[in-house]
């Protein structure tokens, strides 16, 4: 119930206002898009990019490094929103599943990776 409420409470445009910065800087960079268009990266439940099935040391550098980013972005913004850390990247997850689009990859609740069709997106059940 607590997980419940904090979740609620996270706004979704405080939700879209974190994951707008990382978001933008990510598509900057060609190595993101060109792995997250080829399916070996993909959105995770938890707020942080994943690799799709092996992964090359530099594939491993550029996910490490987005995912150091969006941490430090989810800490802040979970204090500012009197959240905990995880409740805020699991809303935040939530909402980056939801805005992936057909050929991208994504973590389903129960840990497979599944690529979006024009359905939406399976979801964890705690997202708002």
Do not use: F
């Not at 997250?36 to 439940?45: I, M």
């Amino acid at each position: 119930m607590m997980r419940s409420k904090l979740l609620a409470g996270i706004g979704a445009a405080a939700v879209l206002a974190v994951l707008a910065v990382p978001a933008l800087a990510q598509q900057r960079d060609p190595a993101y898009a060109a792995a997250r268009e080829a399916g070996k990266v993909g959105e995770k439940p938890d707020g942080y990019l994943g690799i799709v099935g092996a992964a090359d040391p530099a594939l491993q550098r550029l996910v490490d490094d987005i995912n150091i980013k969006r941490k430090a972005i989810y800490m802040e913004k979970a204090r500012e929103q009197n959240a905990t850390p995880e409740a805020y990247a699991l809303t935040a997850g939530c909402q980056a599943i939801a805005r992936t689009v057909p050929g991208e990859k994504y973590m389903a609740p129960d840990g497979t990776w599944q690529t979006r069709t024009s359905a939406p997106p399976v979801r964890d059940q705690r997202c708002p």
